[in-house]
């Protein structure tokens, strides 16, 4: 410890000079002290928190990379600049520029597809806006022609959709849930009144 320090010095005339005792003490290393303690005691938690966190992703993104690295199909040489390494990744690419081709060749046949039928229900409504339009102005009724449309559209839709016919009821027709009959197995009963034996 350095609390009790004697300082000597000499005169000029080489005698000793004595000084008093003088106490150390640092002022900065006090206050850095009761600062830090103050802080931790205020944010010591949140700290503690974010160090725990930050610790866990750290072991995450650590556990994933060696996932990847370990899972990867790629030759264990250690070196990136190998050929077999540098064969490997220019077949993996080129795989995967050929099954985007492939995917980007399908999409664009559906949606030329797509255009096709678009362009066909255009052209039909616009057919049969030009029928109405022909059978109105020979004085035919405007219910005939939407009778005739409407047939049309109700053929086209009934051939691409055919609902079950042969459904089932889930209950029975006499089924009431608020009398308690017709098929339910549960029924509510109400309690028994007046004191209870156990009391």
Known sequence: KMDDVEIEDVNDDGSPYHVEKVPLTNQDVTSLALTVGEFLSQYGWYLLAVTVMTYLLIQRLSKRRSTQNG???L???GEEQNPIYAAFVARRQEAMEAA???MQEELDAKAAIFRDKQKQQEEEKRRQKIELWESMQQGKSYKGA???SQTSEEANSSSLLKPKTDKKP???ADYNPLTGQGGGSCSWRPGRR????GG
Do not use: I, V
Not at 194 to 197: Q, V
């Open 170 to 172: 889930l209950r029975s």
């Open 146 to 148: 939407a009778k005739l």
């Open 100 to 102: 985007r081709r492939k």
């Open 194 to 197: 007046g004191p209870s034996s």
């Open 75 to 77: 030759p264990q040489t």
């Open 71 to 73: 899972s990867s199909s």
